[in-house]
Each structure stands twice: as C-alpha cells, then as structure tokens.
C-alpha cells in the first residue's frame, strides 16, 4: 500500500498537504484500462474458490477482564446451582424447587455461550457456492400404448 494516492491521504492526514491540493491532483490522475481490469482482478472483486476463509480474526475484546470476569462469575454461579439442585436431590426438595435451580443452571450457561460466542470465538466466513439447479429430464420407463 505504498501507492501515490495512499501517500497522498497519508500527507493529507498530516496537514503537510491541503485538501484543495489533493483534489487537484487527484483529479488530473487517470487509469488505463488494463490497469483498472487488473485492479479488478487483484482487488476485493475477484472471487473467492470455494471452501476458502474469508477472515479468520481473533475478536478484539476476546481477552478483556470484563469477559473473563463474566466468565469467572457464570462458572461460579453454574456451580451454586447445580451443587444446591444435587443437595436438593439429597434432601428431597420439591419438583418446583428443583425445576427452578435447573432453570437457573441453564439460563446461566446460555449467558456464558452467548458471551463466549460474541467476544471469544474468531470471526470467521467460510465461502460455499450453491451449485446450479439442473433437473435432467428422465427417460419414460413405460410403454405407451396406442388405441
């Protein structure tokens, strides 16, 4: 990325060049036409083969303290109720008791997958093409009889 416009932008940027100026010189600037259709094909406009990732990129926040702490304070909660719903096994604790606390167990798992799923795992696209729908027209298997 070491082209004439970049550095154009990049002195723009720093207030070496005024703006007017770039416009200027950006206006007298012309391509030819290979070089557009290789643009093209080099660019972001080439097509992807199939199977191939697109971007596989960590998620920035995926090592905040907020994320681990909420992690740390999910895990902690999963096992207060789990351990209290096994103690209520024990103890034989009524069915609503016991149904809230596995409740309880799961809507919390759910947080910590959604957070995980969100913030941890890497952003990844995974390119798949839909082959063309051809249905081949079947050979009749049967006679057909004349009257």
Do not use: C
Not at 23 to 35: I, P
Not at 103 to 119: D, E, H, N
């Amino acid at each position: 990325m070491d082209d004439e416009v970049t550095r154009l932008l990049r002195m723009v940027a720093d207030g070496t060049v005024p703006i007017e100026d770039a416009r200027k010189a950006l206006l007298e600037a012309s391509l030819t036409e290979a070089q557009l259709d290789e643009a093209i094909d080099r660019g972001v406009f080439a097509e992807a083969e199939v199977g191939s990732i697109v971007s596989a990129t960590l998620a920035p926040s995926g090592a905040s303290y907020l994320t681990v702490g909420f992690l740390l304070w999910g895990l902690f909660w999963v096992m207060y109720w789990s351990f209290s719903m096994m103690y209520g096994l024990i103890m034989k604790w009524d069915q609503q008791q016991l149904s809230f606390h596995l409740a309880m167990t799961l809507v919390t798992l759910i947080m910590m997958g959604i957070v995980y799923l969100k913030f941890v795992l890497p952003d990844t696209i995974i390119v798949k093409h839909a082959a063309n729908k051809y249905i081949p027209e079947h050979p009749k298997d049967w006679r057909e009889y004349k009257w």
